[in-house]
């Protein structure tokens, strides 16, 4: 065990306790926000759950962190179900994290567009429907990597997952009830796309190995966050030459309207430095000026990840004045925080 | 004229621990298999569900066929994640509802089993033949042992006619481009892999025929 630890280059007691073990340390560093239901292996906001708030919760499998553990807290979610690493949570916790937070106003479930996401969240939903309580469900397919078509599982769920947890979290303190909030994540949804590569692989730590070969000088195109290959290889070339592709594919995609105000979301995969992330900040701003779009809010950083991945995405949120000020509400989680 | 066989609660305990077996023994290979076009977590996933299921029957006392299999499925359910574990979850409880509370079943009531199967798969998949899914295993798998066993045909000889059919199933998923599941991101990139799911499919239907076999 200690020698194939080593050649992970991770840091691991057994790698079947990660995921329990990092959730346990979350709860150690945040008991102001968070607790940890270790029986039901779910993050619960400490206050949940609060009487007439409608509540949010999210979950996936690990290894996107800090989505969503990293998200619950005031202004965000109110309960993560964490699967094994890139594996689908089980519909108990979500059921488990749906009663731990409904404080009888509703429960929104916000799912990624995965096959088994997808899946394990409606019996979970069916579930708790017949416990009496009232769920709605909004599936998250933002990347545009992936044809959207009878021939596919339909787009990913990606970087819009971030900004529709926080968008509707802070619509869902601020009083709104639950078809306003489940419509806010519909729209956010709606009004986003994005684009991720890789230069990279990762490494799943249940099995020590990467998941494709990437040869050096050669990027990934079009991958989602569980380290599944993308849709081509190029060679790499300049860093404005990437951002050329990425911003493209969104923005033809999105078509946002000239002159529409937008949120930039440059997000990192695990194995990118803030340094990098930033540069391609600059080359994206400047790219969506010039295509006559005002880059008003932003949000830089790794936010939803895949392990140690090298690489970037880029999500554009077509604002309108409301998400401007839900954007700007206070929110206080482990991740993301700042006041109003 | 071999006499038919009667099954009941104890083949489909050797069943669940047949599978057990084989998928702990083809566990880094559906992993690899699962790395090509998915994510890689497969062979783990579904190891520990069947873990989980052998543990699960281990401690029933007694209870008829139909039950083992509902018990079966909630287990997967809720120990798998992933899509495997909602698929052939439901798939063994829809399975198991075809039995009811009946002690011992015929060929023609397995073939049942199966098909109920196969319908919940297809239904919560959404999934058809050629999308390459555990579906291009199963459905072939079902078609023979119904055949099979509508021509008379004794038990095992049926099943191992249906447990070729799946391998050969599973086989025909290589030139398929994916269009459900994970491996469908690819698009044409998912040409040429054999699909883990077909794949793991393959092995509970072989471990079924297993278990009808080695029964006294």
């Known amino acids: 065990m200690a020698v194939e630890t080593n050649l992970m280059r991770k840091f691991l007691n057994d790698p079947a306790d990660l995921v329990k073990e990092s959730l346990k340390g979350l709860a150690a560093a945040h008991p102001d926000l968070l607790r940890y239901d270790v029986a039901n292996q779910i993050v619960v906001r400490k206050d949940a759950p609060r009487k007439g708030k409608v509540a949010l919760i999210s979950g996936g499998g690990s290894g996107h962190e800090p989505l969503h553990g990293g998200f619950v807290g005031l202004g965000m979610l109110d309960a993560a179900a964490p699967g094994e690493v890139f594996t689908s949570p089980v519909p108990g916790q979500m059921l488990a994290a749906t009663k731990a937070v409904d404080g009888g106003a509703g429960v929104v479930h916000i799912v990624k567009n995965y096959t088994g996401d997808v899946l394990n969240f409606k019996l979970a939903a069916e579930d708790a429907a017949d416990e009496g309580i009232k769920v709605t469900s909004v599936v998250i397919d933002d990347d545009v990597a992936v044809q959207d078509s009878l021939y596919t599982a339909g787009r990913r769920g990606v970087g819009a997952t971030v900004l529709a947890e926080k968008l509707a979290g802070a619509a869902a303190e601020a009083g709104a009830d639950l078809a306003h909030v489940t419509d806010t994540v519909k729209r956010v949804n709606a009004r986003s796309r994005s684009f991720g590569v890789a230069l990279s692989s990762c490494i799943p730590p249940a099995n020590g190995k990467v998941i494709f070969d990437l040869p050096e000088g050669q990027i990934e195109l079009g991958i989602g966050i569980h380290g599944e290959p993308g849709r081509r290889r190029a060679p790499l070339g300049r860093a404005s030459e990437v951002v050329d592709v990425i911003f493209e594919a969104v923005i033809s995609d999105l078509k946002p309207k000239h002159g529409s105000k937008v949120l930039a979301f440059v997000n990192g995969m695990g194995g990118t430095p803030l340094l990098e992330l930033y540069l391609i900040y600059g080359e994206v701003d400047a790219r969506l000026r010039k295509a006559g779009l005002e880059p008003v809010r932003n949000l830089i950083g790794s936010y939803i990840t895949s392990l140690e991945m090298a690489g970037a995405s880029l999500t554009v949120l077509e604002l309108d004045d409301e998400l401007i000020k839900l954007w700007d509400a206070p929110v206080h989680t482990p991740a993301l925080r700042w006041r109003a | ?216």
């Open chain 2, 1 to 216: 004229m071999i006499s038919e066989r009667v099954m009941d609660a104890a083949t489909i305990s050797s069943w669940m621990r047949e599978i057990e077996a084989s998928v702990r023994v083809e566990r880094d290979h559906l992993v690899q298999l699962d790395a090509a076009i998915g994510d890689g977590d497969h062979g783990t996933n579904m190891n520990r569900g069947f873990e989980a299921v052998v543990q699960a029957l281990g401690a029933d006392q007694g209870s008829p066929p139909g039950r083992l299999l509902i018990i079966a499925g909630r287990t997967l359910v809720s120990t798998v994640g992933g899509a495997s574990g909602p698929l052939w979850g439901s798939a063994l409880r829809s399975g198991g509802r075809v039995l009811g509370d009946q002690t011992t079943f015929d060929g023609a009531q397995l073939a049942e089993v199966l098909a109920a199967a196969l319908a919940s798969v297809k239904d919560l998949g959404t999934a058809s033949l050629g999308d390459k899914t555990m579906v291009d295993a199963l459905e072939p798998a079902v078609q023979t042992l119904k055949a099979r066993i509508a021509d008379g045909a004794p038990v095992a000889q049926a099943m191992e006619a249906a447990a070729a059919a799946a391998e050969a199933g599973m086989r025909a998923t290589i030139p398929l481009q994916a269009r459900k599941g994970r491996a469908s991101y690819l698009g044409e990139r998912s040409v040429g892999h054999q699909d883990p799911g077909a794949t793991s499919t393959a092995l509970i239907v072989r471990a079924l025929q297993r278990a009808v076999t080695s029964q006294p």
